[in-house]
Structures are given as C-alpha cells and as structure tokens.
C-alpha cells in the first residue's frame, strides 16, 4: 500500500509517504504558511520515498476538526493531487489523529477552536484499535464532557489556550497533559490504511472538511460582552 498523507488542521503542516508500512514524515510549526510550504513538503517525502504521485494507492488529510483556513487548503490542495492521477481520498478525523499522535491509552483531546471554544473528543485504546468514548463536539472548556475512570492523558493546543480550565474540571481524572501535541500525517496516514480497507475511500470530488460550525469569528459587540 502507497499513501500520502497530509494534515493542516493547527498551526503544524505535517505530510507522510506511507510505503507498505515504512513512513517518511516532514513535520514543521508553519504558522500560517500552510500553502506556502505544503506542495514542497510532499516533493520532498515523495523524493525521499522513491516514489511518484502515479505510485500511490489513495491520499489521505486530516479532514477536520480544526481551523477553518488550514483544513481548506488541505482538502483542496488532496483533491488536486488526487484528480490529477485518478486515486481515491480518505479522509481521517483529526481529533482521533491526535489521540494516536499522544502515545497515551486514554485521550482527552482538545484542539482551541478560537471564541472560548475548544474542539473535542476523548478515545481509549482497544487493542491495537480505538475506541470513541466521546465524538467530537465543540464546546467551551467549562464545559467539556466528564469522562469515566481515570488515566487519561489530555492533549492539543485547547489545554495550552485553556489549560487551567481543563485540568480544573478534570482533576484526578487526568494522569497527564501533553498541551503541545499535535495531529501527524504519519498518523493520519495509518489511520487511512486501516479506513481503505474497510472501504472507506471516495471519489475526490467527494472529500470535504468536518468544520464542526460554521462561524469563524464573534461579531463586535459578542466579542464585547
């Protein structure tokens, strides 16, 4: 299985050439120099992989949550690829990429949605697979889901933007905080592995951002109060 894999959901611009399970991973805090950099980025794992575009199997994108302009020009710029040499997307959940990204067993995952709003959703190891405790949801750090047991592991840029919040209504339930963690292409890309399988790969045409709303800023006098 060839695939190439992107995420531009956070400030990270991340890409992966996954080849029959050998993975090549650029990974850079981008900013919001995302088209700047991203064409480049897949060259160079191609490059480094000994593989072309017309060697893949399927590309994959983190699809979302996450920040509006990042995930627009992930989608776009997959379906531009994928077009140009007729393969299929496989889009992955970016909360879900980031539970993998943690290392942890148990994931709190918040990612800042900006507004006083994170993006949520907690995951817990089954074996070698996941499974969703929580999907996700946008809510503000008060008021995040309490989550069952204890172990966990919070992770993303919501408990860096509202960590005493979190932590506050966490308590003992979390073991540790991991506030700089962020979804990885190579993640993304093993998940998309397992998702081809099962048959979960579109026609480009059909791949789309997971938003979660579909606000981007507070008006000024919501921004006031």
Known sequence: MNLLALDTSTEYCSVALWRDAAVVQRDVHAGQRHSELLLGMVDE?????????????????GAG??????????????????????????????????????????????????????????YERDGAAWRVVHEPALYAPADVPLLPGDGWTGCGSGFLAYGDVLTARYGATLATVLPHAHPEARHVA????????????????????????????????????
Do not use: W
């Open 45 to 61: 794992v191609l490059a480094e992989g000994g593989l072309a575009l017309a060697n893949l199997d399927a590309i994959a994108f």
């Open 65 to 122: 949550p996450g920040t509006f302009t990042g995930l627009r020009i992930g989608c776009g710029v997959v379906q531009g690829l994928a077009f140009g040499i007729d393969r299929p997307v496989v889009a992955v959940g970016t909360l879900l990429a980031l539970a993998v990204s943690s290392g942890a067993a148990r994931a709190i995952c918040c990612l800042d949605a900006r507004m006083h709003e994170v993006y949520f959703g907690a």
């Open 190 to 225: 093993a998940l998309a592995v397992d998702a081809y399988a099962r048959g979960a790969a579109v026609p480009a045409e059909r791949a789309a951002p997971f938003y979660l709303r579909d606000k981007v800023a507070l008006k000024t006098h919501e921004r006031a109060a």
